[in-house]
């Protein structure tokens, strides 16, 4: 015989899984924002300074180090050294963290799937919302080995034990050059720029 009409609509199943998130470090904490998860947190690392080679990228690096196959010894590899705050000159925080090491925190926000690092304010856009702020931060302008910019935490962590010039990568605070590509008027030469991470 002929097939019936359509049956009525089934239930709605479960949930699925959900997708997206985002995921950001937090630099210079240790600690994410209240609704947020702390996937991990760890210290800051990099480069030396001095190097002239090698990854350009701060790492959170973990507390937990998990080693695969390995040689001993330094061998002929891009190597990883901590990170201090580099501040006597011009120090933006409201506490003295020069010479510190920088710890770091991963974050993740399930309810988000976009971020945004903006340069040069502390308020983000309309829709958005604001994770953390701080200071735009970089490698020194005439050090040998360069550096991504990056937003440190206004209120900025040390670890503990780590007082003292070790030097190895660093963390300076960037101002902008105005008249030179950087508008004069809403930006003053020579003034420390804050920065602001942003999800939504």
Known sequence: GDAGPPGPQGA????????????????????????????????????????????????????????????????????LYTTEYEVASSNPFTKNVHEHDAPCAVCYVSSRSAKLLIPGTNVCPAGWSREYHGYLMTAHRGHAHPYEFICVDKEPETLIGSSGSIDGALLYPVSGVCGHGVPCGPYVAGRELTCAVCTR
Request: aromatic letters at 12%; one cysteine or more.
């Open 12 to 79: 709605q199943g479960p949930q699925g899984i959900s997708g997206g998130g985002v995921q950001y470090v937090r630099w210079g904490r240790t600690l994410c924002p209240s609704y947020s998860e702390l996937v991990y947190k760890g210290r800051m690392a990099g480069e030396h300074y001095t190097h002239t080679g090698g990854g350009v990228n701060y790492l959170c690096l973990t507390e937990n180090p998990v080693y695969g196959k390995y040689k001993d010894g330094i061998q002929s590899e891009g190597l």
